[in-house]
């Protein structure tokens, strides 16, 4: 627990897999694909990805022209590169866009994530490909954004952090009071309080109960009166009548 991030250092498929990076087993096929691919970072990327931002979900039709002019305003670009199809030439969503200057890629990253462009909202990180060890990409079953197969989640980036794990042992041991003795010791306290004040209860309804029974009876022999008065007054209605 002491070295818990909600971002991940280190790419481990397992724990992409799961909301808290405890899982011990994978849960679907797509973990199992990254788990078992063997995956070495394109050779042929060029820049350094320190600088470089990893930029997604784009509108297909968001051109190269319309990013450089977004993001520049955020510093001096050295390189962008708006990934296309290799048989269509469409854009495929996402992009990567190299800076100058570290301090306009932090303020790119700060700022232009969840910017709508084209009318679609854009997500923004870094890039991950050469900077994150073990990294797989999505179309591996790895990845951190988006749905996968079935609708997967993948955590541990920005979008989808990693939740802190829940520390069972210690939990386990407070429950069932077996912390430190003052926390035993109140425990004790507290159940005979309970049962103390049970028992106060049972020993003041026994004494109000006499005093119900009385009270009904005394309503039951009040009833009785007034139906005997109501018949000798329907008898005396009847005598006059006749």
């Known amino acids: ?35 078992l691919a063997r995956y070495v970072p394109n050779k042929g990327v060029t820049g350094d990805p ?24 955020y510093g001096d670009i ?10 269509t030439g469409f854009s495929k969503g996402y992009a990567f866009i190299e800076y100058k200057e570290e301090r306009a890629l932090l303020k790119a990253h700060r700022d232009a994530n969840r910017l709508v462009i084209d009318q679609h909202e854009i997500f923004v990180d870094f890039e991950l490909e050469r900077t ?20 997967q989640l993948r955590f541990g980036g920005r979008d989808r952090p990693f939740r802190k794990p829940i520390n069972l042992p210690n939990m ?17 306290e507290g159940t ?5 004040r049970d028992r106060d209860h049972e020993r003041s309804r026994d004494k109000r109960w006499p005093e119900r029974e009385r009270s009904w009876a ?25």
């Open 218 to 242: 005394w309503g039951d022999s009040e009833r009785e009166r007034d139906s005997k008065e109501e018949r000798s007054r329907g008898r005396e209605r009847k005598d006059r009548d006749r």
């Open 132 to 151: 994150l060890k073990g990294w797989i990409p999505r179309r591996l079953g790895g990845g951190f954004g988006g749905k996968k197969e079935s609708g």
């Open 172 to 188: 386990k041991n407070d429950f069932y009071g077996e912390g430190s003795s003052e926390k035993r010791n109140w425990s004790r």
């Open 192 to 196: 005979r309080d309970w049962r103390t």
């Open 78 to 87: 050295r390189k962008l590169r708006l990934v296309r199809d290799l048989v």
């Open 1 to 35: 627990m002491a070295d818990w991030a909600p971002i991940a250092k280190e790419y481990d498929p397992l724990k992409a897999g799961s909301i808290d990076g405890t899982d011990e087993e994978p849960h679907d096929r797509a973990i199992w694909r990254a788990m």
């Open 50 to 73: 320190h600088l470089t931002l990893f930029v997604a979900r784009l509108n297909l039709q968001t051109t190269e022209e319309k990013l450089k002019e977004v993001f520049s305003r």
